[in-house]
């Protein structure tokens, strides 16, 4: 699997209500042992970032993370948008995640999100 689908099959995890099917996407992208952090948590393995999942999307029923952007790739490390959207088609929040993959770039060891969009400087 390429970085993009690799990103594309972890953004599936976000977005799908079925938690089997969710930890069947995390399983094909997450190694063993990686860790989530963003602006509201820091989380290590599958079973904690699958946890996370479930409580933000019991928050936000029929939530959907997309890709916005390519995906930028070098030296095993990669950074993509992302825009989480509702049920009813509203934007909710988009950020920026940075990726890094194991040594084969067949699974995810570390993600770092940020949310919202970068903000021009101010000097």
Same mark, same amino acid.
């Given at each position: 699997?390429?970085? +993009?689908?690799?990103?594309?099959?972890? #953004?599936? +995890? !976000?977005?799908?209500?079925?938690? $089997?099917? /969710?930890?069947?996407?995390?399983?094909?992208? !997450?190694?063993?042992?990686? @860790?989530?952090?963003?602006? @509201?948590?820091?989380?290590?393995?599958?079973?904690? &970032? &699958? +946890?996370?999942?479930?409580?933000?999307?019991? *928050?936000?029923?029929?939530? #959907?993370? /997309?890709?916005?952007?390519?995906?930028?790739?070098?030296?095993? *490390?990669?950074?993509?948008? !992302?825009?989480?959207?509702?049920?009813?088609? #509203? *934007?909710?929040?988009?950020?920026? =995640?940075?990726?890094?993959? @194991?040594?084969?770039?067949?699974?995810? $060891?570390?993600?770092?999100?940020?949310? =919202?969009?970068? /903000?021009?400087?101010?000097?």
């Amino acid at each position: 699997m390429d970085a +993009a689908a690799l990103i594309d099959t972890y #953004c599936l +995890a !976000w977005s799908t209500p079925s938690p $089997e099917a /969710r930890a069947a996407h995390l399983a094909r992208t !997450w190694a063993p042992g990686a @860790t989530y952090t963003d602006p @509201t948590a820091q989380l290590v393995g599958a079973a904690e &970032l &699958l +946890a996370h999942i479930a409580r933000v999307m019991e *928050a936000r029923p029929g939530l #959907c993370v /997309r890709r916005t952007s390519a995906v930028d790739l070098h030296h095993g *490390a990669a950074r993509f948008a !992302w825009q989480a959207v509702g049920a009813d088609g #509203c *934007a909710l929040v988009e950020g920026l =995640d940075v990726v890094f993959l @194991t040594a084969g770039g067949d699974r995810i $060891e570390r993600i770092v999100g940020f949310f =919202d969009p970068l /903000r021009a400087r101010g000097d």
